[in-house]
C-alpha cells in the first residue's frame, strides 16, 4: 500500500484515513468483496443499497482511487480495491480478537457467540443453542443459516465464531472438525406409497421412483447422488428444491420420494404421514460437525458451546432412536391393520 501512504505533502498520509474512513466502512467494503456485490452485501448487513453505494463512494475518495470495477455481471476489486480490503481484513481481524480477549476477560456473564450453520442443520442447531443461553443468558447469539457453499465462503472469511456442517472430507489442514452429533439419512414416502409397507428393498426399486432432492451445494443432495452412483443406479430426478420442508410438501403432494434427514422428520414420526422406506443401504450414517478455523483463536464462549455441544451428543441420539422407533411403531399398526383387513373375523 506504498501508494496509499503517502506524506501530507502529497494529499493524503495516515492522519488523513483517520479522519476521513470509518470502521463500518472497512466491514462493508469486506463484505462487498467476500459476496461479489453491493445488493448481498446490504442484505447481510441490514442497509440500504443507496447506503452501501454512498459509503463506498465515500472511501473511494478518502483513498483517492476507485476501489471496485464492473466485469460483466459481476464487480470485483481494483488494484487498489485488493489493498484496501487486505488492510480491512487486517483491520477487522484485530478488532475480533480485541473483543474476543475482552469477552474472556469478562467470563461467561456476558460476551457474542456467532455461529453459521446449513440449512439441515436448523433442525439440531437453535435448539441446541436455545439450551446454552438458558445456562448462560447473558450470551448474545447471533445465527446464521445459509447452504453448504455460502458457509464455506463465510468460514473462509471468519465471519462465524463456530460452524455447524454435515460431512467434511474437503477442508484443509487449516481447519478443525470436531463430530458432536449422528445425522442419519433415511428415504421418505407419503405413507400410502405402495413400498411404504414392504421389507429390504434393493436400492434398484428405487430407479424409476420420481426423486426430490436439494438445490446444488447441498451436502444432503451430494450425499444422496453419490451413493447412487456408487451403486451405479441413475436416479430418475423429478425435482430439485431448496428447503426440506418444501420437500416435504412435495412429497405430501404425491411428488415422488426423498433422502432427508431424521431430525426434519422428528415432529411427524408419529402422525402418520410419511413413512421410512426401508431400502438397502439406509440410513445413510452422517454425523454433524463443528468447523472452526484454527487461524482464528477461539473465545471463552466459543470454546464453552463447543465442550457443550459434544456433551449433547448422548442426548441428540437419544432423540433419533426415538424418532426412529416411532416410525417403525407407526407401520407395524398400518400393518396390523392390513392384516386384519385382509383376514376379517368368520
Not at 475480533?96 to 480477549?101: A, G, K, V, Y
Not at 452429533?181 to 434398484?204: C, F, T, W, Y
Not at 487461524?295 to 437419544?318: G, N, Q
Not at 433419533?320 to 417403525?328: D, G, K, N, R, S
Request: include cysteine.
Amino acid at each position: 500500500m506504498a501508494d496509499l501512504r503517502t506524506t501530507r505533502a502529497g494529499g493524503m498520509g495516515t492522519d488523513y484515513l483517520i479522519r476521513h474512513v470509518t470502521l463500518r466502512q472497512l466491514q462493508i467494503m469486506d463484505t462487498i468483496v467476500r459476496l461479489g456485490s453491493f445488493t448481498r452485501a446490504a442484505e447481510e448487513l441490514f442497509l440500504t443499497q443507496p447506503t452501501v453505494s454512498l459509503q463506498m463512494k465515500k472511501l473511494a475518495e478518502a483513498v483517492g482511487a476507485p476501489l471496485f470495477q464492473t466485469l460483466g455481471r459481476t464487480i470485483e476489486p481494483t488494484d487498489a480495491g485488493r489493498e484496501v480490503h487486505a488492510a480491512c481484513q487486517s483491520i477487522l481481524r484485530s478488532l475480533s480478537n480485541l473483543e474476543i480477549r475482552l469477552a474472556d476477560l469478562k467470563g461467561l456473564r456476558c460476551g457474542r457467540l456467532r455461529v453459521g450453520i446449513i440449512t439441515t442443520a436448523t433442525y439440531v442447531a437453535p435448539e441446541l443453542l436455545g439450551a446454552f443461553s438458558r445456562r448462560y443468558p447473558g450470551i448474545d447469539i447471533s445465527l446464521n443459516v445459509t447452504n453448504r457453499d455460502q458457509l464455506s465462503e463465510r468460514l473462509a472469511a471468519h465471519d462465524d465464531d463456530l460452524y455447524v456442517m454435515g460431512q467434511q472430507n474437503e477442508l484443509g489442514n487449516e481447519i478443525d472438525v470436531i463430530p458432536f452429533a449422528p445425522n442419519p439419512l433415511v428415504m421418505v414416502a407419503r405413507s400410502d406409497h405402495p413400498l411404504a409397507g414392504e421389507r429390504q428393498i434393493p436400492l434398484s426399486a428405487l430407479a424409476q421412483e420420481p426423486l426430490i432432492i436439494r438445490e446444488p451445494g447441498s451436502g444432503v443432495r451430494d450425499a444422496i447422488l453419490e451413493h447412487f452412483a456408487t451403486a451405479g443406479i441413475q436416479p430418475q430426478i423429478r425435482m430439485q428444491l431448496g428447503s426440506s420442508e418444501t420437500i416435504k410438501q412435495a412429497i405430501l403432494g404425491g411428488l415422488g420420494i426423498s433422502a432427508l434427514s431424521v431430525h426434519s422428520l422428528r415432529l411427524e414420526c408419529s402422525g402418520g404421514r410419511f413413512a421410512l422406506l426401508d431400502i438397502a443401504g439406509f440410513p445413510i450414517r452422517r454425523r454433524w460437525h463443528l468447523v472452526y478455523s484454527k487461524s482464528r483463536e477461539l473465545s471463552l464462549v466459543a470454546r464453552t458451546f463447543l465442550e457443550f455441544a459434544v456433551a449433547s451428543e448422548p442426548e441428540i441420539r437419544a432423540q433419533v432412536i426415538e424418532a426412529l422407533a416411532a416410525f417403525e411403531q407407526v407401520r407395524q399398526q398400518r400393518l396390523n391393520y392390513s392384516l386384519q383387513d385382509a383376514h376379517p373375523p368368520c
